[in-house]
């Protein structure tokens, strides 16, 4: 590939260089640099006035720009190639663009349109020799055909695409047709010979190192997985799918598989997980602006709030699911949310409501022979007409949950008659060759002294003996190592959930304070109201920013923080804590002198964090200041590069001995608060632990009986 591009520049300004380019954007996946060259071949041929050029290069622009979502710019080239294909009388070129019309129709789920481009191209392909493009509409027929549940005309078309491959030998480039295979004959019940196909598929991406493949696979096996009653299986593989979609930057695919783990972690009821995990799938999905996978995470967040018994919220994800699987028609999902939506109301007490929605569930499962949704929601029927006192029906459904659940375990039954076969003739062939080992080696020890056995016989004890203490020691290290992580992490939970519930006591301080002065000032609507009200909403404001992250599970279990810098003022920053504490302040008859100029004070820093820092040393200042006195906030920029933001109080002052435990996690010092304020030995070691995540620094300078000086230092922006 590198040899392609490095021959570009050497080529003439002719038509050897327009294919040189076609070569270069066929041998290899799409990139951002594609879009480019394939102008660059536009723009040559027509100075060239080179007509097979244009065709060729405004079709593989159509193409980039699908990918790029720009279906606008992207219909406009396939319609400058197809004029251009037709006008030189290239039949190949015109299924290629009727393909990729098909394609664009199909990810912007216009389904009829869709299935008319794809069989427009398929006539024409089938009317010329040109077998690998065959294939592939073969492949896009099935693909839309099992979206919209008409698995029967998927594995008629499936089948063709597998038969062209298995005729010129199955190779990397195939495991799209096998993963398709596998999601039919999953939907179709037939698990074992899914599992045969994604693992074929699979195996296949790895060899291309095709990380998007390994991707679509591992998720469709963890599906599988989960259906069949394995679910650390399906953990692993979803896990492994995530990290790679991260990796790689497959943010709809992360987004999708977030969605699918967070279904098993409801099934645990992990709450904490299943929440965190979902509401990361809606975020990205609507960044995305992917209306039809956000009904994905929109289910699953409507099953986490019927868990916790949140059913205005469950009824609400409920709804908007149903509409959006409604209109992308994709079935299996309308079957489910349509379920989901019937045991709702059936909890709720609303028992025609439920029976209704359950009703249509199972009429979108026959409709595209859904056999698992069909049973589930058999079930739910039986449930509802039974707590409704209605002995008919509730026995009606369960005779039917049972001749479906009986016809899924046929084929279980199967898949499981043909596991122990399979293990059996495994096992068998391991008998003949260690019945044939034992037969070489008498022969062996026939031909060697009794003495010499005994010899061999000590030292494989002697090697077993060793292997095995070895073992045994590793196993032991092991052990411990993970012991210690274990007690690490928990420590580091714990001093999180620690930072937050102190974080937590300020803006309610704040709030308390307010409240205080509601009661006690009549008059308040006239004068202060509204600068009242502003510190009330900044105060609720920021416990909504601790509550999320303790909700922030990946930042408990990783031990980070997750920072988002940016060039941000401090001196607005200062500004607002400084007018947030200035009614706590005036209780002990403190002032606050802002020895700062209007002006802008740039620093690269996480805004959040930052207010944090200043909060607490603030809140600390207060605290530990005597009543009438003063406070005073100033910012200076050093000519060493950084932001210096300092708090002095006039208060008592630290000791030397404290100041070496100044930043120590749960150390309380010997100064007391002056006004019998609470005080946990957190605040200076949340500061000192925000601020080096920001790649700062924080001193104190302090003479005792005299006041502290905390000075914090951050990068200038």
């Given at each position: 590939?590198g ?14 260089k327009v294919?040189?380019i076609?070569?270069i954007l066929?041998?290899?996946p799409?990139?951002?640099?594609h879009v480019e ?8 041929s ?12 405004a079709?593989h622009?159509?193409?980039m720009?699908r ?8 219909y ?17 070129l015109?299924v ?7 394609n ?14 794809y069989?427009e ?12 493009r065959?294939?592939e ?14 698995n029967?005309?998927a594995?008629?078309?499936i ?6 491959y298995e005729g010129v030998?199955k190779?990397k480039?195939?495991w799209?047709?096998l993963n ?5 004959f999953?939907?179709s019940a037939n ?7 994604y ?5 296949m991406?790895?060899?291309?190192q095709?990380r998007?493949a390994e ?9 599988l ?5 394995k679910?650390?299986?399906?953990k ?10 991260h990796?790689?930057?497959l ?17 645990e009821?992990?709450t904490?997980r299943?929440?965190?995990?979902l509401?990361k ?7 995305l602006n ?12 409507g ?14 994800y ?11 028609q994709n079935?299996?999902?309308l ?11 059936i ?6 409501s439920?029976?209704?929605?359950l009703?249509?569930?199972l009429?979108?499962?026959?409709q ?22 209605d002995?008919v029906?509730?026995l009606?459904?369960f005779?039917k949950?049972?001749?479906v ?10 898949n499981?008659?043909a ?10 062939k ?9 037969s070489e080696?008498l022969?062996?020890q ?5 003495q ?8 494989a ?5 060793l292997?095995l203490a070895?073992s ?5 290290f092991?052990?411990q ?18 930072v ?6 300020s803006?309610?301080?704040n ?5 205080s ?5 009549n008059?308040?609507?006239g004068e202060?109201?509204?600068d009242y009200a502003?510190?009330l909403?900044?105060?609720v ?9 303790v ?5 408990i279990e990783?031990m980070?923080l997750n920072l ?6 401090v001196?607005?920053?200062l ?35 930052a207010?944090?820092?200043f909060?607490?040393?603030?809140s600390n200042a207060?605290?530990y200041?005597?009543?009438r006195?003063q406070?005073?906030?100033s ?6 590069g950084g932001?210096?933001?300092s708090?002095r109080?006039?208060g ?6 404290d100041?070496t435990?100044?930043f ?7 100064a007391?608060?002056?006004g ?8 200076l070691f949340i ?12 001193t104190?300078q302090?003479?005792?009986?005299q006041?502290?000086?905390f ?7």
């Amino acid at each position: 590939m590198g040899e392609l591009y490095s021959n570009l520049s050497v080529l003439p300004e002719d038509t050897s260089k327009v294919e040189a380019i076609f070569d270069i954007l066929q041998a290899s996946p799409f990139r951002e640099s594609h879009v480019e060259l394939a102008k660059q071949a536009y723009y040559l041929s027509h100075s060239l006035d080179y007509s097979i050029g244009i065709a060729k290069s405004a079709y593989h622009l159509g193409v980039m720009l699908r990918e790029k979502l720009d279906y606008k710019t992207s219909y406009k080239n396939l319609m400058i190639a197809l004029k251009n294909a037709k006008a030189i009388g290239d039949k190949s070129l015109m299924v290629d663009v009727l393909h990729a019309y098909g394609n664009n129709k199909d990810r912007q789920n216009h389904i009829d349109s869709a299935f008319w481009y794809y069989h427009e191209a398929l006539r024409l392909a089938d009317s010329i020799d040109y077998p690998y493009r065959l294939a592939e509409i073969h492949y896009s027929i099935s693909g839309l055909s099992n979206h919209i549940g008409q698995n029967d005309k998927a594995l008629q078309h499936i089948l063709e695409a597998e038969a062209y491959y298995e005729g010129v030998g199955k190779g990397k480039d195939c495991w799209h047709v096998l993963n398709l295979l596998g999601i039919i004959f999953e939907e179709s019940a037939n698990q074992s010979r899914a599992f045969e196909y994604y693992f074929d598929a699979l195996d296949m991406a790895k060899e291309s190192q095709d990380r998007n493949a390994e991707v679509i696979v591992s998720n469709n096996l963890a599906i599988l997985y989960e259906l069949v009653g394995k679910l650390t299986e399906a953990k692993e593989f979803l896990w492994a799918a995530i990290q790679k979609a991260h990796v790689v930057g497959l943010k709809e695919d992360e987004a999708y598989l977030l969605s699918n783990i967070a279904a098993i972690y409801i099934d645990e009821k992990d709450t904490l997980r299943a929440m965190s995990s979902l509401q990361k799938s809606l975020s990205m999905m609507r960044d995305l602006n992917d209306k039809c996978e956000i009904a994905y995470p929109m289910v699953g967040l409507g099953d986490l709030y019927l868990l916790k018994t949140n059913f205005d919220s469950a009824q609400w994800y409920y709804e908007q699911s149903v509409a959006l699987a409604n209109e992308c028609q994709n079935s299996p999902l309308l079957a489910s949310a349509y379920r989901s939506l019937g045991v709702l109301c059936i909890n709720q007490g609303k028992y025609n409501s439920g029976i209704s929605n359950l009703k249509k569930s199972l009429d979108v499962g026959r409709q595209v022979n859904l056999l698992e949704e069909q049973k589930k929601t058999f079930l739910e029927l039986y449930q509802a007409y039974k707590k409704k006192k209605d002995v008919v029906n509730a026995l009606f459904c369960f005779e039917k949950y049972q001749q479906v659940r009986d016809s899924l375990l046929d084929e279980v039954e199967m898949n499981e008659i043909a596991k122990v076969t399979s293990e059996y003739e495994f096992r068998k062939k391991l008998q003949n060759l260690e019945y044939k080992r034992k037969s070489e080696s008498l022969k062996l020890q026939a031909e060697v002294s009794k003495q010499e056995t005994d010899k061999l016989g000590l030292y494989a004890v002697i090697a077993l003996t060793l292997i095995l203490a070895v073992s045994l020691y590793r196993a032991y290290f092991l052990v411990q190592n993970q012991n210690k992580r274990l007690k690490i992490i928990n420590d580091e939970k714990n001093t999180l959930m620690g930072v937050v519930a102190h974080d937590l006591r300020s803006p309610l301080n704040n709030i308390k304070s307010i409240m205080s002065l509601v009661r006690l000032d009549n008059a308040i609507k006239g004068e202060h109201g509204e600068d009242y009200a502003q510190i009330l909403d900044d105060s609720v404001d920021n416990m909504r920013e601790m509550i999320d992250r303790v909700m922030d599970i990946s930042a408990i279990e990783e031990m980070r923080l997750n920072l988002k810098m940016e060039r941000s003022d401090v001196g607005q920053l200062l500004e607002r804590v400084a007018d947030n504490y200035e009614f706590i302040a005036s209780k002990k008859e403190i002032s606050i002198k802002r020895d700062f100029e209007s002006k802008m004070y740039f620093a690269r820093i996480d805004t959040k964090y930052a207010l944090q820092v200043f909060d607490n040393l603030m809140s600390n200042a207060i605290k530990y200041s005597n009543p009438r006195s003063q406070i005073e906030l100033s910012i200076q920029i050093r000519n060493g590069g950084g932001v210096c933001v300092s708090f002095r109080d006039e208060g008592q002052g630290i000791s030397e001995l404290d100041q070496t435990k100044l930043f120590v996690k749960y150390q309380k010092l010997s100064a007391r608060p002056t006004g019998n304020e609470e005080s946990t030995g957190l605040g200076l070691f949340i500061v000192k632990k925000f601020v080096d995540a920001m790649g700062g620094d924080v001193t104190c300078q302090s003479v005792l009986g005299q006041g502290s000086t905390f000075v914090v230092k951050f990068p200038e922006a």
